[in-house]
Structures are given as structure tokens and as C-alpha cells.
């Protein structure tokens, strides 16, 4: 090899190593279980307070389940309906009522067929500026507005440690 194609040689490996030398790892924040754990008794007070018997999810970053509660005298199908709200609301990265209104709009979104989602208000996405971290969802008060509204307490409870 000349040594003019070494030089070019060894010029175009560091080229293409500069950038790998300069990358980072991705920095983000994670709910911990006592922030989550805080969120879900919130809700659940909220509700429980207003005669309604629930059951709430708190989904973590990756939609893994960090806590779920059934409350007492909560119907069983509370449970698989406030954890799927909490997924919808995570994997759609909005509340899943808006999910469910975009849907009737255009029933054909993919999403709808997916395992876990479901179109039903009563989750909301739990937000650290415009990074989606996780999502808490409420079933069991008769209405999703009413389990919403139990799903923003408990993120309200804790918007101070959401910055």
C-alpha cells in the first residue's frame, strides 16, 4: 500500500470514529416506586372519596406496571381496564380520551389492534417536560371523566418531583 492510501486510509478511520468518540448516553428521569405509589393512593382517595370503587395502574417509561391497586369492593375487570387505559395513555403519549375521540374520527388507526390498547377515557400520560415517563390510569368511577379527573390528581399530587 502506498503511503499516500495509508495516510487516506487512517484519515477516513478517524473520520468515521470522531463521532462514536463524541456520543453520549441518553440522560432521562424514571418515576421511582415511592412517586408512583404516591400518585395511586391519590387517585384512589379521590375517588374512593367520592363513593367510587376503583382501580388504578401506574405504568413506568417503558409501559412496565411500578403499581397497581384494586380498591375495595372494585368489580375485577377494573384491574385489566385501568392498567390497559394506563398503556394506551403511555404508548399514545396523550390521554387515552383523546385516543378514544380520534378514534370514532378514524376508526381504522392501527393502534386499535394492538395488544393492551384500549379506547377509554380515564389515563393520562405523566409528563417531566415533554419526555413521557409513564402514565396513570383509573377505572371504576361511571364515567372516564370521573377517572380521569382521579388520574390528574394523582399526578398533581406529585407535579413538584415532575421537573
Known amino acids: 500500500m502506498s503511503r499516500i492510501k495509508l495516510i487516506a486510509a487512517l484519515a477516513l478511520a478517524s473520520a468515521l470514529a470522531a463521532p462514536a468518540a463524541n456520543a453520549q448516553l441518553a440522560g432521562h428521569k424514571d418515576l421511582t416506586t415511592a412517586i408512583a405509589l404516591t400518585m395511586a393512593q391519590t387517585a384512589h382517595a379521590m375517588c374512593t ?30 384491574m385489566e381496564n385501568s392498567m390497559r387505559k394506563a398503556y394506551t395513555s403511555r404508548m399514545q403519549r396523550r390521554p387515552s380520551g383523546e385516543f378514544a375521540e380520534a378514534l370514532k374520527k378514524n376508526p381504522v388507526q392501527g393502534a386499535i389492534h394492538l395488544d393492551k390498547i384500549i379506547p377509554a377515557q380515564g389515563a393520562l400520560p405523566i409528563k417531566v417536560g415533554d419526555d413521557v415517563i409513564g402514565a396513570i390510569g383509573v377505572s371504576g368511577s361511571p364515567g372516564g371523566d370521573k377517572d380521569e379527573a382521579c388520574a390528574k390528581a394523582g399526578i398533581d399530587k406529585v407535579a413538584a418531583e415532575l421537573k
Open 49 to 78: 372519596g367520592q363513593g367510587y370503587n376503583v382501580s388504578v395502574h401506574v405504568l413506568g417509561r417503558d409501559g412496565e406496571v411500578l403499581v397497581a391497586m384494586r380498591g375495595d369492593g372494585a368489580n375485577p375487570h377494573t
